[in-house]
């Protein structure tokens, strides 16, 4: 019988091939590791330029594809009441409930109940932290960020829109709706002035001049920008100084505050670069009397169906100070640039009501639009 021969006389592996078979082990699990890493960030983040990295941890499910019924906030921001809610309880009677959302700000303690609104859609959507807001000032920053705080915590709201208590759709719920939902991009009206006497220099290079940016407060955003614009003021450590800043020098920081948030963070190619809102601006009157800054409030004589037509047949919109014409499209196709008007009288909702402005309407309507 032949005899097993000791270990020590057994021929060993050779160590080169020990160590390659080591190494082969650590690129399989590298290569593992990067392409679960991967997909992880694809799951949160829904475009290559993503602010996620630098929201706490408690945001970063906002950046979830949401799977299911998708919503529209509408985010009221009202000095107390809201004046024109039996034409919006109107808009939203011919609407699905399950596709839109509706928050309030205003004055603290203020309650939207059977006592102080003609709709049910109000009750109690007023927000619980609202605060005392000043026009012209950061309060009004402050304020839109806390509807939106709030509007956020809803996973189904995918678009957000701004509006004032003396705002009024154009159109009925179902056009206005597959309007912004066709649309991957927010509607930020957002220009470059070079003689804005506004911008402080002191703020650069924070906020650098090429970046700053002005338009209109009233603003439609998607998901992944509405967190943007809550985040806080680009500089908290100047505390009050902030808004000593925005009075030196004349800044309405609502006009400024997300134009120039999203143009630093490189999001303007996301963005159509105009609001939906439409507002008559008082020019008429001089400097001095600074009757220019107010927007010309619609009475009952003035939102006839002509003057309504006129502003739905309104295309394009010519920006001066950049010599850039901003078509109003939807994914190519031309669209109607309005969907909300302001400033309107009770008046002036009332006629709107008694024309169906808000009533049934076709949607396929949106791809007839106006070119």
Not at 52 to 70: A, I, K
Not at 98 to 124: C, K, L, M
Not at 140 to 160: T, V
Not at 289 to 313: L, V, Y
């Amino acid at each position: 019988m032949m005899k097993k021969a000791p270990a020590s006389l057994l021929p060993a592996k050779p160590m080169r091939h020990v160590l390659w078979l080591v190494w082969k082990m650590v690129i399989l699990v590298s290569i593992i590791l990067c392409v679960w890493a991967f997909f992880r960030l694809q799951k949160y983040s829904e475009s290559p330029v993503s602010p996620y990295s630098t929201l706490p941890r408690n945001s970063r499910v906002f950046f979830d594809r949401f799977e299911g019924n998708t919503k529209i906030a509408f985010l009221f921001l009202a000095r107390r009441d809201l004046p024109l809610d039996f034409l919006w309880g109107s808009f939203f009677e011919n609407a699905d409930k399950a596709n839109f959302s509706v928050y309030i700000h205003s004055q603290p303690g203020f309650v939207f109940d059977e006592s102080t609104t003609r709709s049910s859609f109000f009750h109690n959507r007023q927000l619980k932290n609202s605060i005392k807001v000043v026009w012209g000032e950061a309060s009004m920053i402050e304020a839109e960020r806390l509807l939106l705080d709030a509007a956020l915590e809803d996973p189904a709201n995918q678009r957000f829109v701004l509006l004032s208590d003396s705002c009024a759709p154009l159109y009925n719920f179902s056009y206005i709706y597959h309007y912004l939902m066709a649309s991957p991009r927010s509607f930020v009206d957002s220009f470059l002035d070079k003689k804005d006497v506004r911008y402080n220099p002191k703020m650069s290079p924070v906020i650098p001049q090429g970046k700053w940016r002005k338009g209109s407060q009233w603003i439609t955003l998607i998901r992944r920008h509405a967190i943007f614009k809550r985040r806080p003021p680009v500089d908290v450590s100047k505390g009050k100084l902030n808004l000593k800043l925005q009075k030196q020098h004349n800044c309405i920081p609502d006009e400024h505050y997300v134009q120039t948030l999203l143009a630093m963070n490189d999001l303007e190619s996301l963005l159509e670069r105009r609001t939906v809102t439409y507002t008559v601006w008082n020019l008429s009157a001089t400097k001095m009397e600074n009757k220019g800054w107010h927007p010309i409030t619609f009475s009952h004589a003035d939102a006839g169906p002509q003057q309504i037509k006129r502003i739905k047949e309104i295309s394009h919109v010519y920006y001066e100070t950049e010599h850039r014409t901003e078509r109003c499209c939807n994914n190519t196709t031309s669209v109607p640039c309005f969907l909300f008007a302001r400033k309107f009288s009770q008046g002036a909702a009332m006629r709107l009501l008694s024309q169906g402005v808000v009533g049934n309407f076709d949607v396929t309507a949106i791809l007839d639009s106006p070119p």
